[in-house]
């Protein structure tokens, strides 16, 4: 299967600017759309930006402009440039990734990271 690991949440100030990352491993015949979510306490999982892999992007109204998402297919790992962050934007980020696991299956399925914690506060 594939595991997806996320790094670079943390605490930044409003207007400040973090950078996540996301590294897929595991069997992985050919990776899709990856992609970034967000959630907060008690709603629901929303799309914040995905790309496909042919580099076209998707940004949600709210972070367009101030967010960027990125790739390296030879590294199965995806990025998420964060610039003039809000308090708006503080949650729990998680990756998503759209993956077929194996040559002989056609089957494709998603996988979603642990999350990571973003806070953005004085």
């Known amino acids: 299967q594939v595991q997806l690991v996320e790094s670079g949440g943390g605490l930044v100030q409003p207007g400040g600017s973090l950078r996540l990352s996301c590294a897929a491993s595991g069997s992985i015949f050919a990776m899709y759309t990856m992609g970034w979510y967000r959630q907060a306490p008690g709603k629901a999982r929303e799309l914040v930006a995905d790309?496909?892999?042919?580099?076209?992007?998707n940004y949600a109204a709210s972070v367009k402009g101030r967010f960027t998402i990125a790739r390296d297919n030879a590294k199965n790992t995806v990025y998420l440039q964060m610039n003039s962050l809000k308090p708006e934007d503080a949650d729990v980020y998680y990756c998503?990734?759209?993956?077929?696991?194996?040559?002989?299956?056609?089957?494709?399925?998603?996988?979603w990271g642990q999350g990571t914690q973003v806070t953005v506060s004085s």
């Open positions: 790309i496909d892999s042919d580099g076209t992007t």
């Open positions: 998503h990734a759209k993956a077929r696991p194996w040559r002989d299956s056609f089957a494709r399925y998603d996988y």
